[in-house]
């Protein structure tokens, strides 16, 4: 804050039917210390007048696009202090650009960007203008999660074995977004969403809050994306195993009897066990101790193969034989 003066805030999205743009709002202004001042609230003009109508915002400010927010606020003697982006995915890496561009901070919803390579692309700008990015995950503020942030932190749990994190949504249960929903619409749209789907919607709160709560990083990451709803584009299910910074070597075989598939950890896998891994074809492996495993997902983990989810021969004993040499494996 500038003396005791308001940090003003410009928004980029959130117009009409928006869902996060108005919690954004709430939330920024909760402490009194922000308020909502200009915005591009829509890609349609009138749209967005309507929603700084809404915002009581001044009818000048309630800007038709936000390039045209940014060139005029930037000439203002009252300009924004910074730019709150709450649009659909796609937009996230060009509005920070020019908000950074124009010499504005910038606050983001989740993701920040659509895809890794404009991930790497915002790093460098962010970096070179010098100016504050923050990306928001709301659930970092609920009391019960930052009390258990705090519970692990003190260490009262001893060492973190194991995390377990869900999060179930049902909305999406039926391709509503055939009916043109607006919040469906667009999440299951590879063109406005990017690659992922329910991955990058609420699997990024879930790996987030297994980092967050745990005070521990993710190092290796193997998922499975699924699309239940069928036709569906991007994927509305997802399983995750991840591998965190506190465990030195991974020691592990999980196995899910009667659905013939394993999980399977080890130090040095072969190069055979890694081809047929990543060619998801059968293949014997020559791992001491390994049978055979019909293709996979690797699990990844400082660059290196570590491990494999893998379907089995069918049949709940041959897990058990998988399970069984990947225990030998590691010792």
Not at 22 to 39: F, M, N, Q, S, Y
Not at 53 to 60: D, G, L, Q, T, V
Not at 80 to 105: E, S, W, Y
Not at 234 to 239: E, G, K, M, R, V
């Amino acid at each position: 804050m500038t003396g005791q003066r308001k940090l003003r805030m410009g928004m980029v999205g959130g117009g009409p039917g928006a869902f996060i743009g108005p919690v954004h709002r709430i939330a920024a202004e909760l402490d009194g210390k922000i308020e909502l001042v200009a915005g591009a609230f829509s890609q349609s003009a009138e749209r967005s007048r309507q929603a700084g109508e809404a915002y009581k915002i001044e009818p000048e400010r309630a800007y038709g696009d936000y390039k045209s927010m940014l060139e005029s606020e930037r000439k203002r003697q009252d300009p924004i202090d910074f730019v709150a982006i709450v649009t659909p995915n796609h937009l996230h890496l060009p509005v920070a650009l020019a908000a950074l561009t124009a010499g504005f901070p910038v606050m983001s919803d989740k993701p920040a960007t659509a895809t890794y390579q404009e991930a790497l692309e915002l790093e460098k700008a962010v970096a070179k203008s010098g100016l504050p990015y923050g990306l928001t995950h709301t659930y970092a503020g609920y009391a019960l999660v930052r009390e258990a942030r705090a519970i692990c932190a003190s260490g009262a749990l001893g060492k973190i074995r194991k995390v377990a994190v869900e999060y179930l949504q049902g909305w999406l249960a039926n391709p509503i977004e055939a009916t043109g929903q607006k919040q469906a619409s667009w999440r299951s749209d590879p063109a406005q969403s990017g690659l992922g789907g329910c991955i990058g919607d609420i699997g990024v709160h879930a790996f987030h809050l297994t980092e967050y709560v745990t005070g521990l990083n993710v190092i290796g990451v193997s998922a499975s994306l699924l699309s239940v709803v069928e036709g569906r584009k991007l994927d509305d299910d997802c399983t995750a195993l991840v591998r965190m910074d506190n465990a030195a070597v991974p020691a592990g075989v999980e196995i899910a009897p009667g659905k013939a598939r394993t999980a399977a950890l080890f130090r040095r896998p072969s190069g055979a066990l890694e081809d047929a891994i990543n060619g998801n074809r059968p293949a014997a492996a020559t791992a001491r101790g390994f049978v055979l495993m019909r293709g996979g997902l690797p699990l990844v983990a400082d660059g290196q193969v570590v491990g494999a989810i893998g379907v089995s021969a069918d049949t709940p004993q041959h897990d058990e034989d998988i399970a069984k040499a990947g225990v030998a494996a590691l010792k």
